[in-house]
């Protein structure tokens, strides 16, 4: 089985300053010579460092700062006026955006930037190498709880997940457990590399999480249905849409960005944006065929 061996940094929050600008009374789509603030996903906090530290290096003057929180954190930071850009790993729901507008008068906007699958994390240790939705379903939601029912060795099998505030947990919820409640047991942990870091020192764990934090744990093949073979979340299944997790990451910004956000956030889609997607360990938007 392939093991994929992708660069991890840690999530907590933290705010990138590599130039300084006076910051003015304005629009919160990003008005030039003003600071440009992103918020939201955590598992997209070491790509929006990544763009930022670059954009910032090309573009002397620009202030790009980025924090994570979760999506959930940066849409209600978006809605509320906080923030210039919301990034999150899952669209804003319905709702969501209709607040946004009575608030301001606008509609938000989504920009699609880069390219996640959601990878299912296994210790080292554990000699499985590949499991279904179904049954991933049932580890999480407590119809499966020994590793020796899906071809491990017994043992009690230890769940962790995210918060109720991150784009994944929903997405994971909505995707692969189709709804279900979570069972109770499962572990919640305030971001990918917390989970990373869990599965590297339990053998029995299982985790999941954006891929660009795999490191020293290994991603699983995941396959759609019992009986198929199972893909793994590398570029080419994630492109192509036959990772059964795969997803899009957002920017959202209230109305049409201008200005400096408009100028950073065209950049992220061009062609030295979207290579850095691939240094971290995610992957660029492309067209599926």
């Known amino acids: 089985m392939a093991r994929l061996r992708l660069a991890a940094m840690p999530i907590a929050a933290f705010a990138i300053l590599l ?9 919160r789509r990003g008005a030039k010579g003003r600071t440009v603030t992103i918020k939201g996903s955590d598992t ?3 790509l929006g460092q990544r763009w930022a530290e670059n954009y910032m290096r090309k573009n002397p003057g620009a202030v790009i700062q980025v924090t994570g929180g979760g999506s959930g954190v940066g849409i209600a930071a978006l809605i509320n006026g906080g923030t210039d850009i919301c990034a999150a790993s899952r669209p804003m729901k319905d709702k969501e955006k209709e607040q946004a ?3 301001h008068g606008r509609e ?4 699609a930037v880069a390219l996640d699958g959601i990878a299912v994390f296994l210790n080292e240790a554990n000699p499985v190498d590949e499991l279904s939705l179904e049954q991933i379903e049932a580890i999480y939601t407590g119809g499966i709880t020994d590793w020796k029912d899906v071809g491990g ?8 997940g995210r918060e109720n505030n991150s784009g994944t947990y929903m997405y994971f919820k909505e995707h692969v457990l189709r709804n279900r409640d979570f069972a109770s047991d499962v572990q919640t942990l305030p971001g ?14 299982i985790g999941y999480g954006g891929i660009g934090y795999a490191k020293g744990v290994k991603a699983i093949r995941v396959a759609s249905k019992a009986g198929e073979k199972g893909v793994t979340p590398d570029m080419e299944h994630v492109v192509a849409g036959t990772y059964p997790i795969s997803r899009k990451l957002f920017f959202y910004t209230i109305g049409e960005p201008i200005r400096e956000a408009k100028a950073f956030i065209e950049w992220v889609l061009s062609e030295e944006g ?3 997607c691939e240094q971290v360990g995610y992957y660029p938007v492309r067209k599926r065929n």
Request: proline residues 2%.
């Open 19 to 27: 130039a300084a600008t006076s910051c003015g009374q304005g629009d």
């Open 44 to 46: 997209m906090v070491i």
């Open 101 to 103: 507008k009575a608030r």
């Open 108 to 111: 938000a906007v989504e920009t």
């Open 153 to 160: 060795p017994a043992g009690r099998i230890v769940c962790y």
């Open 192 to 205: 990918t590399a917390a989970v990373i870091n869990a599965v590297l020192k339990d053998k029995s764990a």
């Open 274 to 276: 979207q290579n850095i």
